[in-house]
């Protein structure tokens, strides 16, 4: 080691989720290096500079082929059956106070692009 290993940064790595066992080795690093130099300060943070937006006909195209995409992608789904659960809140005071007011099940059947609903309870 170079620098002293002060206290406010083993605190800073114990409150970031260093262990007990971590915390105690950092804590004799800090005493074992009490007598070295105080550490440098810290390099300021890069400022990121983000890139330009796409040209105006890049964000055409890309919005066409998201467009593409999104009026398609169920035409590659296989056809399926499965249970869909819906458990419902509400609340009665405005207040963030949410409670259960019921739990609704339905068959859900997927089959040559078509979805078709059936209720169970």
Same mark, same amino acid.
């Given at each position: $080691?170079? *620098?002293?290993? #002060?206290?406010?940064?083993? %605190? %800073? @790595?114990?409150?970031?989720? =260093?262990?007990?066992? &971590?915390?105690? =080795?950092?804590? *004799?690093?800090?005493?074992?290096? =009490?007598?070295l130099a105080a550490p440098r ?8 500079? &983000? ?6 006909e890049d964000q055409a195209? !890309? !919005? #066409? ?5 999104? $009026?398609?992608?169920?035409?590659? +789904? ?10 419902? /809140?509400?609340?009665? &005071?405005?207040?963030?106070? +949410?409670?259960?007011? #019921? !739990?609704? $099940? =339905?068959?859900?059947?997927? /089959? *040559?692009? %078509? *979805? #078709?609903?059936? @209720? !169970? &309870?």
């Amino acid at each position: $080691m170079s *620098e002293r290993l #002060d206290e406010r940064t083993v %605190e %800073e @790595l114990q409150a970031e989720g =260093a262990g007990p066992q &971590t915390v105690g =080795a950092l804590k *004799e690093l800090a005493a074992r290096s =009490a007598k070295l130099a105080a550490p440098r300060l810290e390099a300021q943070k890069p400022v990121y500079v &983000t890139s330009p937006p796409p040209s105006s006909e890049d964000q055409a195209r !890309i !919005i #066409d082929a998201t467009r593409g995409y999104a $009026m398609n992608h169920s035409h590659s +789904w296989p056809n399926y059956i499965c249970a869909q659960v819906t458990r419902r /809140f509400y609340d009665p &005071t405005g207040n963030e106070e +949410w409670r259960p007011a #019921d !739990i609704i $099940m =339905a068959r859900l059947t997927y /089959f *040559e692009q %078509e *979805e #078709d609903y059936k @209720l !169970i &309870t």
